[in-house]
C-alpha cells in the first residue's frame, strides 16, 4: 500500500492566499477512470466533492460559499456552533473536539478499508492527500509547545483555519470523512487525515508509507495556527520560498524535491486557484468534473511523470508553476529532480520517507511511541560501527605492569627468557588430533 501527500506551494489570486491544490466535481464514467488509477470501478457514479491540485488558491467568495454549504449540512453543521466544547459525542455526527486521545488499531484498519471504497467510488485522492498536507504542513520547528507548534493535530477542521486561503476546498474532504469518524470513534481526527492521504497514495499506485498512528486531536479553535505557514506557487523567489517554508518544517532539499513529485496527482482550476487552463485534452472528459489542467496525463496515477514531464517541456497542456520550473533550475534541487526523472524506485524510496516524516510534525502521540498497524516501519537500523563504540588504546598503569610482572615471573618466565613448554601437554594434544583424523578417515 502506498501513502503521498503533497506539500507544493498554494495558487496565488488577487483576492486571497494560496492553497495546495486544484479540484474536480461531477459525475465520473468508471471506463475513463479505469483507464488513469488502479483502483477504479467500471460503473458511473456521481461525485460531491472538489478534487483540487494540492497547491491551489481560490477567492474568498467562493471559500465563503463552500463554509456557507458546510453549515448547512445536517451531518457536520454543528462544527460551526460549538467549537469551544471541552468533549463530543462522536457518534451522534458531530465533527468538533474528540472524544479519545489515542487511535484503536483495529478501527484504524477497518477505518482504512472504508477510506479505500470511498476511493474506488469517489476518485477523490488528490483531495484527501491535500487535506493531510494542510494539517502537518502548518509545524514550525522553532515552537516546542504543543499544539501551538502546529502540525498534524487535526486543528484544520475548526472553521477559523478552514477559512484560510490556502484550505479553500477543503471542506468537501471533511464532509467525505466524517462518515467514516463517525463509524469508527476510536479514531482521532488526526490520525483519520493522515490515514486518508497515505492510503490516497498507494490506492493510486504509489509507494507504502511507513506510518504509525496515535496523534491527538486539538480540543478547539483557540488552538488553530495563524495563517501563512503554508507556500505559495508563484512567489517573486520560488526556490528560496520553498526553502524558507520547508526548512521551517525541518526538512531539507531532498525532501522538497521528493514531496513535491506528488504533484503527479491533480489538476488546477483557474477560476479557483489562478493557475492553469480552463480545460485540457487530459482532463475535458474528467474523472470528475471536466476542466482544468493537470501536471500530467494520467492524474490519478502516482508514478514520476510529474518529474519526466518538467523536464522535457514537450506538452504545453501540462502544468509547470514556478515553484514547479525551480526544482530544474535550482542547483541543489535539479540534482534530486534528475535523479527522480530517471529512477521511480529511488523516488518512491525518498517519498515514503519524506511522507512518512511530514504525517508526523508536531504530533502529540498518545502512546508517546506510537501504534503501528502494518509491522514494525520500513525504517533501516543502524549500521554498526564498533569505532563508535571504542574509548581507544589505553596504556597500563605502572602498578598493573608490576603485577602483571610479579605473576609472570611466578611461573618461571621472565623478561630474558620465555617460558618452558609444557610437553607432556603438547603430547597429549597431538594424539587426540591424530586420533580424530584416524577416525574421520576410517568412516
Excluded at 492566499?17 to 456521481?46: D, E, H, K, L, Q
Excluded at 460551526?80 to 459525542?89: G, H, P
Excluded at 611461573?411 to 594424539?431: D, H, M, R
Aim: charged share 25%; hydrophobic share 35%; glycine share 8%.
Amino acid at each position: 500500500m502506498a501513502e503521498r501527500v503533497l506539500l507544493t506551494p498554494s495558487l496565488p489570486l488577487p483576492s486571497s492566499r494560496p492553497s495546495f491544490s486544484p479540484t474536480a466535481m461531477a459525475t465520473i464514467s468508471g471506463g475513463a477512470a479505469a483507464r488513469i488509477i488502479p483502483s477504479a470501478t467500471r460503473a458511473t457514479v456521481s461525485l460531491s466533492y472538489s478534487s483540487r491540485s494540492f497547491f491551489s488558491f481560490s477567492s474568498s467568495s467562493t471559500s465563503a460559499s463552500s463554509l456557507k454549504c458546510l453549515r448547512s449540512s445536517p451531518r457536520i453543521s454543528h462544527l460551526f456552533l460549538d467549537q469551544r466544547r471541552a468533549e463530543v459525542r462522536v457518534s451522534s455526527g458531530r465533527f468538533g473536539t474528540v472524544s479519545a486521545l489515542a487511535s484503536d488499531p483495529d478501527q484504524l484498519k477497518s477505518a482504512r478499508e472504508d477510506i479505500k471504497e470511498l476511493l474506488s467510488t469517489k476518485f477523490c485522492h488528490p483531495l484527501l492527500i491535500r487535506l493531510g498536507w494542510h494539517d502537518a504542513g502548518t509545524y514550525n520547528k522553532n515552537i516546542e509547545e504543543w499544539p501551538q507548534r502546529g502540525g498534524a493535530n487535526a486543528s484544520v477542521r475548526f472553521e477559523v483555519e478552514l477559512k484560510h486561503g490556502a484550505n479553500a476546498g477543503l471542506v468537501n474532504a471533511l464532509k467525505l470523512l466524517q462518515p467514516i469518524k463517525d463509524k469508527y470513534s476510536g479514531v482521532t481526527y488526526a490520525d483519520l487525515f493522515q490515514l486518508a492521504g497515505a492510503t490516497a497514495v498507494e490506492e493510486a499506485g504509489g509507494p507504502k508509507i511507513p506510518m504509525k498512528y496515535g496523534r491527538v486531536d486539538t480540543s478547539g479553535p483557540d488552538q488553530c495556527p495563524e495563517e501563512g505557514r503554508l507556500p505559495d506557487a508563484g512567489p517573486p523567489s520560488p526556490a528560496d520560498h520553498l526553502r524558507e517554508v520547508f526548512y521551517r518544517m525541518g526538512l531539507n532539499d531532498k525532501e522538497i524535491v521528493a514531496l513535491s513529485g506528488a504533484h503527479t496527482l491533480g489538476r488546477s482550476r483557474p477560476d479557483r486557484s489562478g493557475w492553469g487552463k480552463p480545460e485540457t485534452k487530459y482532463t475535458k472528459d474528467g474523472p470528475g468534473a471536466p476542466g482544468g489542467q493537470s501536471w500530467t496525463a494520467q492524474w490519478l496515477k502516482f508514478d514520476n511523470s510529474y518529474f519526466k514531464d518538467i523536464k522535457e517541456k514537450r506538452d504545453e497542456d501540462l502544468l509547470v508553476l514556478p515553484t514547479d520550473a525551480a526544482l530544474f533550475e535550482d542547483p541543489s534541487f535539479k540534482v534530486y529532480a534528475e535523479k527522480y526523472a530517471e529512477d521511480q524506485e529511488a523516488f518512491f524510496k525518498d517519498y515514503a520517507e519524506a511522507h512518512a516524516k511530514l504525517s508526523n510534525l508536531g504530533a502529540k502521540f498518545d502512546p508517546p511511541e506510537g501504534i503501528v498497524i502494518d509491522g514494525s516501519p520500513n525504517v533501516k537500523g543502524e549500521k554498526f560501527v564498533a569505532a563508535k563504540y571504542s574509548s581507544g588504546k589505553r596504556e597500563l598503569s605502572d602498578a598493573m605492569r608490576k603485577k602483571i610482572r610479579a605473576e609472570y615471573e611466578a611461573v618461571g618466565g621472565s623478561p630474558e627468557k620465555a617460558l618452558k613448554s609444557n610437553y607432556f601437554l603438547n603430547i597429549i594434544i597431538v594424539v587426540a588430533v591424530l586420533a580424530i583424523l584416524t577416525s574421520l578417515l576410517g568412516n
